[in-house]
Protein backbone atom coordinates (compact mmCIF):
# COMPACT_ATOMS: atom_id res chain seq x y z
CA UNK A 1 0.00 0.00 0.00
CA UNK A 2 2.10 3.05 -0.70
CA UNK A 3 4.53 2.52 1.12
CA UNK A 4 6.97 5.19 -0.01
CA UNK A 5 4.60 7.71 -0.68
CA UNK A 6 4.22 10.96 1.16
CA UNK A 7 1.84 13.96 2.14
CA UNK A 8 2.17 16.87 2.76
CA UNK A 9 0.14 18.85 5.96
CA UNK A 10 0.48 21.88 7.88
CA UNK A 11 0.66 22.56 11.64
CA UNK A 12 0.54 25.52 11.45
CA UNK A 13 4.37 26.04 12.33
CA UNK A 14 5.96 23.99 9.51
CA UNK A 15 5.07 21.59 6.65
CA UNK A 16 5.44 17.92 7.94
CA UNK A 17 6.02 15.57 5.44
CA UNK A 18 3.88 11.97 6.54
CA UNK A 19 4.21 8.53 4.78
CA UNK A 20 0.75 7.74 3.97
CA UNK A 21 1.63 4.65 5.21
CA UNK A 22 2.01 5.94 8.70
CA UNK A 23 -1.01 7.54 8.82
CA UNK A 24 -4.46 4.97 11.08
CA UNK A 25 -7.11 7.82 10.34
CA UNK A 26 -7.52 11.97 10.24
CA UNK A 27 -10.67 12.98 12.44
CA UNK A 28 -12.00 16.76 11.52
CA UNK A 29 -11.84 19.39 14.32
CA UNK A 30 -13.87 21.99 13.36
CA UNK A 31 -11.99 23.75 10.40
CA UNK A 32 -8.87 21.80 11.13
CA UNK A 33 -8.50 18.30 11.94
CA UNK A 34 -5.94 16.14 13.40
CA UNK A 35 -3.52 12.96 12.52
CA UNK A 36 -3.74 9.98 14.24
CA UNK A 37 -0.51 7.99 13.48
CA UNK A 38 0.56 3.96 14.03
CA UNK A 39 3.49 5.14 16.48
CA UNK A 40 0.54 6.53 18.76
CA UNK A 41 1.16 9.74 18.12
CA UNK A 42 -1.50 12.47 17.04
CA UNK A 43 -1.30 16.04 16.40
CA UNK A 44 -3.71 18.90 15.18
CA UNK A 45 -3.17 20.21 11.42
CA UNK A 46 -4.16 23.47 9.88
CA UNK A 47 -6.03 21.65 7.16
CA UNK A 48 -9.61 20.75 6.85
CA UNK A 49 -10.75 16.60 6.68
CA UNK A 50 -12.32 18.06 2.49
CA UNK A 51 -8.76 18.93 1.58
CA UNK A 52 -6.89 16.26 2.87
CA UNK A 53 -9.29 13.69 1.38
CA UNK A 54 -8.57 15.73 -1.60
CA UNK A 55 -4.74 14.75 -1.23
CA UNK A 56 -5.03 11.21 -0.24
CA UNK A 57 -8.06 10.39 -3.13
CA UNK A 58 -5.20 7.67 -4.86
CA UNK A 59 -4.59 6.00 -1.27
CA UNK A 60 -6.40 3.44 0.34
CA UNK A 61 -8.38 6.36 2.52
CA UNK A 62 -12.19 6.29 2.72
CA UNK A 63 -14.41 9.31 4.43
CA UNK A 64 -16.42 6.46 6.86
CA UNK A 65 -18.06 9.44 8.34
CA UNK A 66 -18.30 13.75 8.27
CA UNK A 67 -15.55 13.53 10.95
CA UNK A 68 -13.60 11.00 10.09
CA UNK A 69 -11.20 9.41 7.16
CA UNK A 70 -9.43 6.06 7.65
CA UNK A 71 -6.83 4.46 6.09
CA UNK A 72 -8.63 0.83 5.03
CA UNK A 73 -5.51 -1.13 5.03
CA UNK A 74 -5.73 -0.57 8.82
CA UNK A 75 -9.02 -1.71 9.65
CA UNK A 76 -9.17 -4.69 12.11
CA UNK A 77 -12.94 -5.20 12.88
CA UNK A 78 -16.31 -3.77 11.60
CA UNK A 79 -19.50 -3.66 13.17
CA UNK A 80 -22.04 -2.89 10.60
CA UNK A 81 -24.79 -3.38 13.19
CA UNK A 82 -23.86 -0.83 15.77
CA UNK A 83 -22.22 1.59 12.86
CA UNK A 84 -18.77 1.07 14.47
CA UNK A 85 -15.28 0.00 13.40
CA UNK A 86 -11.80 -0.61 15.16
CA UNK A 87 -8.72 0.30 13.49
CA UNK A 88 -5.56 -1.52 14.28
CA UNK A 89 -3.18 -0.47 17.29
CA UNK A 90 -5.99 1.98 17.91
CA UNK A 91 -8.74 1.07 20.69
CA UNK A 92 -10.62 3.83 19.90
CA UNK A 93 -14.08 2.52 17.80
CA UNK A 94 -14.71 5.02 14.88
CA UNK A 95 -18.45 5.77 13.97
CA UNK A 96 -19.24 4.71 10.17
CA UNK A 97 -22.11 7.00 9.06
CA UNK A 98 -25.10 5.08 8.02
CA UNK A 99 -25.38 6.79 4.34
CA UNK A 100 -21.27 5.34 4.10
CA UNK A 101 -22.12 2.02 5.47
CA UNK A 102 -22.98 0.35 2.13
CA UNK A 103 -20.08 1.82 0.16
CA UNK A 104 -17.73 0.33 3.16
CA UNK A 105 -18.99 -2.92 2.90
CA UNK A 106 -18.66 -3.03 -0.84
CA UNK A 107 -14.38 -1.58 -0.28
CA UNK A 108 -14.12 -3.90 2.01
CA UNK A 109 -15.49 -7.41 0.84
Given at each position: ?15 IMLLISDVL ?17 SFLITESLV ?59
Open positions: MNNGVKIAVNNGKEIFFKADNIYAHVFLKDQKNIETKVSDAAFFRVHRSYLINTQEIDKVWLHENKLLLKNHGQQIPISRYRKQDLKKLIL
